[in-house]
Each structure stands twice: as structure tokens, then as C-alpha cells.
């Protein structure tokens, strides 16, 4: 199906365990996203990517890794889970920069225990 | 980056019309003015964008002060599924990553 897809939607997982969180779009969206919510924080910007093989840190970077050899693909990894890593994740992609929409995803509710 | 102020809530009847201000009064002149809403449990979704002129789409409307200090989302009568949070969010092209940074937002409730 067209569109932008997280997986999984719920997770759990213990402290010091890596995690990877998966985002795939299919409209071929140059720009993608990456955000976390936390009750009293809001959306928080965690990486970015302008296409294939380029990445930047956003407002919240540490303790994450990412990396983006597909345009559609833009995986999220916890490489040692913390419990302060407990939020829901959000992916999000766009076909520009400031001219035109984003598209979110449903989200994804990781549990750190 | 230029900053946005929004209050933290509103209230609305169903089916009135609703004002939701944002006030921005750092806004540069290239920053475009983009809205946002998250329905509950949902990711967020785009409503509408501008960058001087008012702007009309099919779910709402976008005034623009013509010092651009200031902007308002107008959504023409409410419905109790327009119950969310609306974000207003500058994006400066100068940035080049499409990147948008979110606020806190204003929780609109909307009474039946």
C-alpha cells in the first residue's frame, strides 16, 4: 500500500538491548525524519536524512543511530536501550524542503524495561 | 530559529467556527508558516502552509498579518473530530532540510 509505514507499532524491550525500529515510504520522498514524544516534551526532532546516505543530527540525537542506503528505507536503532528511551517514535517523510507537506507515520510505542 | 507562541488550549461548540491565533514575531522573511495537527494516538498531520498570502485548502483556512508577526488557523465549523493538537511551525529555507520543529501546540476541545 502507498504511503508511510512503521513496524513495529509496539514494543518492548529490556535495558541494554538494541532496538531497531523500521520507517518505509513509497512515494520516493527525498527528506525523512525521524521524532520522539514524550508527555510534557512534545515532538522532538531526532535525525534527519536529505536522501540516500545523507544523515544529520537533530535536536536529540544520543543514544541513536541511523542510517539510510534506500531512499524508501530509514531505520532507527537503539544501539544500548535506556529507560529514558521510553516514548513513541514517529517517522515522517516529504518530497521537498519548506514548500511542501510531511507525512507522518502511526508511530511506534517502545517500552524500555 | 524564530519562535512561535500558541496557547496552550481552546474550546469550541460543534459546528462554530474556530480561530486558532499563532504568534510569531521573530519570523523572517523567508520562514514559511505550516500547521500541524495530531489527532489522539495518531501522528501528526499536515492542515495548511503559507508564506504571506491567506491561504484556502479543504480543511481550513490560513490568515497571514501582513507583517507576518502573526497567523491564524481558521477552521470554518468545527467538528468534534477536529479535536487535537495544532502545532504552528516556522520552516526557513535557508535550513535546506525540511526539517520541522515542533512546539507544545494548542489542545483545541470541541463541545457537542
Known amino acids: 500500500d502507498a504511503g508511510i509505514t512503521q513496524s513495529p507499532r509496539y514494543k518492548i524491550t529490556e535495558t541494554g538491548r538494541q532496538v531497531t525500529l523500521m520507517c518505509h515510504q513509497t512515494w520516493s520522498h527525498s527528506y525523512m525524519f525521524w521524532y520522539r514524544q514524550d508527555l510534557g516534551h512534545g515532538l522532538r526532532l531526532i535525525y534527519y536524512?536529505?536522501?540516500?546516505?545523507?544523515?544529520d543530527k537533530g535536536e536529540v540525537p544520543d543514544g541513536y543511530v541511523v542510517s539510510r542506503s534506500k531512499t524508501e528505507n530509514f531505520p532507527l536503532t537503539l544501539e544500548s536501550a535506556t529507560r529514558s528511551q521510553t516514548s513513541v517514535y514517529f517517522c515522517?517523510?516529504?518530497?521537498?524542503?519548506?514548500?511542501?507537506?510531511?507525512?507522518f507515520g502511526q508511530g511506534t510505542r517502545l517500552t524500555v524495561v | 530559529d524564530a519562535k512561535t507562541t500558541q496557547p496552550n488550549s481552546m474550546e469550541s461548540n460543534e459546528e462554530e467556527p474556530v480561530h486558532l491565533p499563532c504568534n510569531h514575531s521573530t519570523i523572517s522573511g523567508t520562514d514559511y508558516i505550516h500547521w500541524y495537527r495530531q489527532l489522539p494516538s495518531q501522528g501528526p498531520e499536515y492542515v495548511i502552509h503559507g508564506l504571506t498570502s491567506n491561504v484556502n485548502n479543504r480543511m481550513a483556512s490560513l490568515a497571514i498579518a501582513e507583517d507576518r508577526k502573526s497567523s491564524t488557523l481558521i477552521l470554518h465549523r468545527a467538528t468534534l473530530r477536529d479535536a487535537a493538537v495544532y502545532y504552528c511551525i516556522l520552516s526557513p529555507p535557508s535550513s535546506n532540510t525540511g526539517k520541522l520543529i515542533f512546539g507544545q501546540g494548542t489542545t483545541l476541545q470541541v463541545k457537542p
Open positions: 515522517a517523510s516529504s518530497a521537498w524542503t519548506v514548500n511542501t507537506e510531511a507525512f
Open positions: 536524512s536529505a536522501a540516500a546516505d545523507i544523515t
